[in-house]
C-alpha cells in the first residue's frame, strides 16, 4: 500500500512538473534553457523545463532595420565634409555559436534596445569607409560604397553574434554644394552633347529627306513610264480581241442562223407528228367509248333479266312451298281424325262386347269407354300442337321465301338508278348477279342471327315433308265423336258405317 502512495506521488509530481516546464517555442524566437542540465536552445520546438532547477531566456530572431546616419560632416578622402544616410538591415545569427554569443549581449532585451546598441557600431564603420573615399566614387557607386561599409562592419557584427543581410544608402550631401555642382556640370556635358546629337540628327533627317525625295520622284517617274507602257501595250490587246470578237460574233449569227432553221424543221415534223398521233388516239378512245358502252348496256339488261327471274323463281317456289305446307297440314289433320274415328269405333265395339257379357259389365264398359275417349282426345290435342308447331314453322319459312323476292328486287334497285357503268374483261355480268346474290344472302343470314331462326334447316326441313308426304299413302280422317254409344260401327275392314 506505501509502495503505491509513493508511485501515485511520483506521477503526480512528474505531471505537475511536465504541465509546469513543457514549453513551445515559435519560429522567430530562440528559447534557451539553462541551469540543471546542458544549455539547450529551442526554435519553433516544444520542450520540458525542469521548474525550479532550470530557467528559460528568450532571444528573437527577427530581422532588425537599423537608420544608420552620421550625426555631423565627415570628411572624405579629399577632405569634402559629407553626410550620409543608410539602412541597414540585420539580424542575430542562426548558428548556436552566433545565439550563444548574441545570448551574452541581447539575451530577454527588446528589438528597440538591440537597435540602439549597434547603431553606433554601424555609424562608426561608415565613418570609416567614408574618410577613404572620393566624393565622385561615392556618388556615382553607391553599391561599392555599401559593400565596402559591409566588408568593414560584418567583422564587428559577428563579434556580437549578428549577420548583416543588406546595406543601402539613401543619400549623400556635403556642406559646400560641391555635389550640386557635380550635378551642374554633368547638366552641361549632357546638354552639350544633346545639342550635337540634335545637330548631327538634324543633318542626317535633311540628308535622309533629300535622298528619300529623289527615289521618290525616281519611283514616280518610272512609274509613270510604266503606266504608259501598259496602257499602250493594253490599247493594242484590247483591239486584237475587238477584232477576234467581232469574227467570233459574225460565226456565232450564221450558226444561229442555221440552228435556228433545223429548230423550226424539227418543231413542225415533231408537230405534224403529235398531230397524227392525236388523231389515232381520239379514234382509238371513241371505238373505246363505244365498246364500253356496248358492255354497260348489255351488263344492265342482263342484271335486269337476271333479277326478275330471281324475282319469279323466288315467288314461284314460295307459293309450291306454301300449297305443301297447307296439304301436309290438312292430311296431318285428317290422320289424326281418323285415328280418333278408330279409337271411337273400337271403343263402340268393346262397348257392345261388354253389353252381350251382361249388365254387370256395363258399368265397366263404360269406364273404358270414357278411358279410351279421354286418351283419344289427349292424344289428338298433342298431334294438333305439333302440327301447330310444324306449321308455325313452315309459317315463318313461307313469310322469309315470300320476302326474299323483294329483297333481291331491294339489292339490285340502286344498279337501276345508275346512268351508265364500265366494266372490263370477260364474265363481268355473270359477276355483278353474283354480287347481288351474294349481298341477298348475307342480309338472310342477318335475318337468321337476329331471329334465332335457322333458315337453312327449316328449308330442308320442308323438303323433306314434302318428299315423305309423296311417299305415303292416303289417311282417312274420322270424325270425332263424345261418347261411345254415338260412335259408328267399325267392321273388320276398317270400313266405316253410314
Do not use: C, H
Amino acid at each position: 500500500m506505501e509502495i503505491f502512495i509513493i508511485v501515485a506521488a511520483v506521477l503526480i509530481l512528474l505531471t505537475v512538473i511536465l504541465t509546469a516546464g513543457y514549453v513551445k517555442s515559435p519560429p522567430d524566437t530562440a528559447y534557451i534553457i539553462s541551469g540543471f542540465r546542458k544549455t539547450r536552445i529551442l526554435i519553433g520546438k516544444a520542450g520540458i523545463r525542469i521548474p525550479f532547477l532550470e530557467r528559460l531566456d528568450k532571444l528573437s530572431l527577427k530581422m532588425f532595420s537599423v537608420d544608420v546616419k552620421t550625426t555631423d560632416y565627415v570628411p572624405n578622402a579629399e577632405y569634402i565634409n559629407v553626410k550620409v544616410d543608410a539602412t541597414v538591415k540585420i539580424r542575430i545569427g542562426q548558428s548556436e555559436e552566433m545565439m550563444t554569443l548574441a545570448s551574452k549581449f541581447f539575451l530577454n532585451e527588446s528589438e528597440d534596445m538591440i537597435i540602439r546598441r549597434v547603431q553606433d557600431t554601424l555609424e562608426g564603420n561608415m565613418r570609416e569607409i567614408v574618410g577613404q573615399m572620393r566624393l565622385e566614387e561615392m556618388v556615382t557607386d553607391r553599391k561599392a560604397f555599401g559593400e565596402r561599409v559591409q566588408e568593414n562592419a560584418i567583422p564587428d557584427l559577428m563579434k556580437m553574434g549578428l549577420e548583416m543581410i543588406s546595406f543601402n544608402v539613401q543619400s549623400f550631401s556635403d556642406q559646400n554644394n560641391v555635389i550640386e555642382d557635380l550635378g551642374i556640370d554633368n547638366i552641361s556635358q549632357i546638354k552639350k552633347g544633346a545639342a550635337v546629337a540634335k545637330a548631327q540628327a538634324d543633318r542626317d533627317i535633311a540628308i535622309a529627306q533629300a535622298q528619300a525625295a529623289k527615289e521618290a520622284n525616281d519611283a514616280k517617274v518610272q512609274s509613270e513610264m510604266e503606266i504608259a507602257e501598259k496602257q499602250t501595250t493594253l490599247s493594242i490587246r484590247q483591239a486584237e480581241l475587238k477584232q477576234q470578237s467581232d469574227v467570233k460574233k459574225a460565226e456565232a449569227d450564221a450558226a444561229y442562223s442555221i440552228q435556228e432553221q433545223e429548230q423550226r424543221k424539227t418543231i413542225e415534223v415533231t408537230s405534224a407528228n403529235a398531230n397524227i398521233a392525236k388523231a389515232e388516239r381520239e379514234a382509238e378512245l371513241k371505238a373505246r367509248e363505244v365498246e364500253v358502252k356496248k358492255q354497260t348496256l348489255d351488263a344492265e339488261i342482263r342484271a335486269k333479266a337476271d333479277a326478275e327471274r330471281y324475282r319469279q323463281e323466288q315467288e314461284a317456289q314460295a307459293d309450291l312451298f306454301k300449297r305443301q305446307k297447307d296439304a301436309e297440314a290438312k292430311r296431318f289433320e285428317q290422320e289424326q281424325q281418323a285415328a280418333a274415328e278408330m279409337k271411337m269405333a273400337e271403343a263402340q265395339r268393346f262397348a257392345r262386347e261388354q253389353e252381350a257379357e251382361g249388365i254387370a259389365a256395363v258399368g265397366k264398359a263404360e269406364a273404358e269407354a270414357i278411358r279410351a275417349k279421354a286418351l283419344a282426345e289427349a292424344e289428338g290435342i298433342d298431334k294438333k300442337a305439333e302440327a301447330m308447331k310444324k306449321y308455325g314453322e313452315a309459317a315463318v319459312v313461307e313469310m322469309i321465301m315470300a320476302a326474299l323476292p323483294e329483297i333481291a328486287r331491294n339489292v339490285a334497285e340502286p344498279l337501276s338508278k345508275v346512268d351508265k357503268i364500265t366494266m372490263y374483261g370477260e364474265g363481268n355480268s355473270a359477276k355483278l348477279v353474283g354480287d347481288i346474290v351474294n349481298s341477298t344472302t348475307q342480309i338472310t343470314e342477318g335475318i337468321s342471327a337476329g331471329m334465332g331462326i335457322d333458315l337453312k334447316s327449316l328449308l330442308m326441313g320442308a323438303l323433306g315433308g314434302k318428299l315423305a308426304a309423296d311417299n305415303q299413302p292416303p289417311v282417312v280422317v274420322v270424325p270425332q265423336v263424345q261418347n261411345a254409344a254415338d260412335a259408328p260401327a267399325v267392321s273388320d275392314d276398317n270400313t266405316v258405317a253410314d
